[in-house]
């Protein structure tokens, strides 16, 4: 039996008084693909910040492969971590977000290569071939030179899935990648998400409403409402027979 | 050309009558002669003394006073632009001491004249006059009299620069607070850390905010540097007013130091225009064309017709 590549312990999170996450708990293998769907509100693009530590739990225990997220246990104690220490955990974890977040003053390229440069001290040749490589397998090989502005949501999205790439994560995490998008671009980003999963592999974890990618490349399907995960299983078992009712209702909605 | 174009639309193209503007012709024609009037009468009064303008306009002295304004108008916007940007992330620290320290200082700063400032530095051996390096209640390694060290241009250049700081603080405030929280996220997420993300994706992108600002603050330097002449700094003005003090002719010399700070400005306002274009890139999908690029196109226009 693998060790989990995330696993989750009644996580908490409050923001002032609202509790987003009430406890959380989950566990999920090296090689899965998780989609989590859910109402807005529910926590999981919060749930997913936690992961990276980009947003810091109140409660429970977050680990990603064996090692506890933003924190250190000595005895037992709990030490945050310093913020290199976070960073060196954040680098193995790739993140995509819903509105891209490129760097707006460098080219696709530049965006691609500069973590590995700056982080894992990559020769710029070396960032500059290995970045090529990404860009072409995500289709965007006469875009290299190209700021964002000057590139649809689509080619953002992907330009913004091979940065992420180029750190060579064990895990990806994905917040709504295909919501800001037009309706006629959400295709292309879902086939280079699906070709990541099922060619390469991948561990990934998305906050998705694309039912059809769910059904095509996922493993399991998770369902998050008020905080907590209440259904957990096959993308078959929600097409067919969810068992909550509140899961039923929403899939009404977005089908 | 336009027969293609009306038949590409399908119907005849539109040849309406343009609307007249008499007003607009009535104000020309106003401007037109305000301004010959204006030019024939500083030609023709003798008073001018144009030849005089001429002949101080590179003389030696206003040359060196020039020379100096530009010296402490690129040291104390050094001064200021370093300060600035220091103060600026200490104000947005977590820690209350830090961002209240910067806040102190923009207080103090802001809230004081800068002629005030000036006054005050070149005075500043009444209150310090040895200065000492070493630890506090232990050993010292070296004395320096306050009037050996704070000479007036120093004196002039550190109260302009540490007055600059406190201006240049919230440009740069303003600028680093423009840039979207989800950049600071995605660098982050790439395991970058607070001081490289800062570096490196906050800050150039803040540049674009704070660039126009700052060479409106370089151009407001270069006019504010005239105010060391109280401490007798020999700087433009300074260096017109010891001419004038001797020869009267007050205001052929006040015209040359205006001139320059006139010619000083524009080389100041071209310079600003190619920083802004260079931090815009990425901002717009077209930079902005140059005066040369432009040049440049309606030649080749013009050849092409």
Known sequence: ?255 | MATETAESLGSPEIKAIPVRHPGRWVAAAIIVFLGVALGNSMASNPRFEWGIVGNYFTSSRILHGLVVTIELTVTAMAIGIVLGVLLAVMRLSRNPLVSGASWFYIWLFRGTPVFVQILLWYNIAALYPRFSVGIPFGPTFAHFTASSVITPFVAGMLALGLNEGAYMAEIVRAGIISVPEGQTDAAHSLGMTRLLTMRRIVLPQAMRVIVPPTGNETISMLKTTSLVSVIAVAELTYSAQLIYSVNYRTIQLLIVASLWYLIVTTVLTIGQFYVERYFGRGATRDLPVTPLQRLRRGLTLRHGL
Request: proline share 4%; with cysteine.
């Open chain 1, 1 to 255: 039996m693998t060790s989990p590549m995330v696993k989750a312990e009644s996580v908490h999170k409050r923001f002032g008084r609202l509790e987003v996450l009430k406890g959380v708990t989950l566990e999920v293998a090296p090689g899965e693909v998780v989609c989590v769907i859910g109402p807005s509100g529910s926590g999981k693009s919060t749930f997913l910040r936690c992961i990276n530590h980009l947003v810091k739990i109140d409660a429970g225990r977050l680990w990603v492969d064996g090692h506890l997220v933003g924190y250190r246990q000595v005895g037992d104690k709990l030490h945050e971590q310093r913020d290199a220490e976070v960073c060196r955990a954040r680098a193995e974890i790739g993140m995509v977000f819903q509105d891209f977040n490129l760097f707006g003053h460098m080219t696709a390229l530049e965006n691609v290569i500069e973590a590995p440069i700056r982080v894992k001290g990559l020769a710029k040749r070396d960032a500059a071939a290995q970045a090529t490589v990404l860009l072409e397998r995500v289709g965007l090989a006469d875009k290299l030179a190209a700021y964002p502005a000057q590139l649809s949501g689509g080619q953002q999205q992907r330009v913004a899935i091979a940065r992420a790439l180029a750190m060579t994560p064990k895990l990806m995490l994905f917040d709504e990648p295909t919501s800001a998008l037009d309706p006629e671009l959400v295709g292309e980003v879902l086939e280079v998400m699906k070709a990541l999963a099922l060619d390469f592999q991948t561990t990934m974890i998305v906050v998705t409403h694309e039912m059809g990618f769910a059904r095509e490349a996922a493993d399991r399907v998770l369902m998050m409402d008020d905080g907590r995960i209440i259904e957990d299983g096959t993308p078959e078992h929600f097409f067919k027979a969810p068992r909550e009712e509140r899961t039923k209702q929403f899939l009404a909605a977005i089908l």
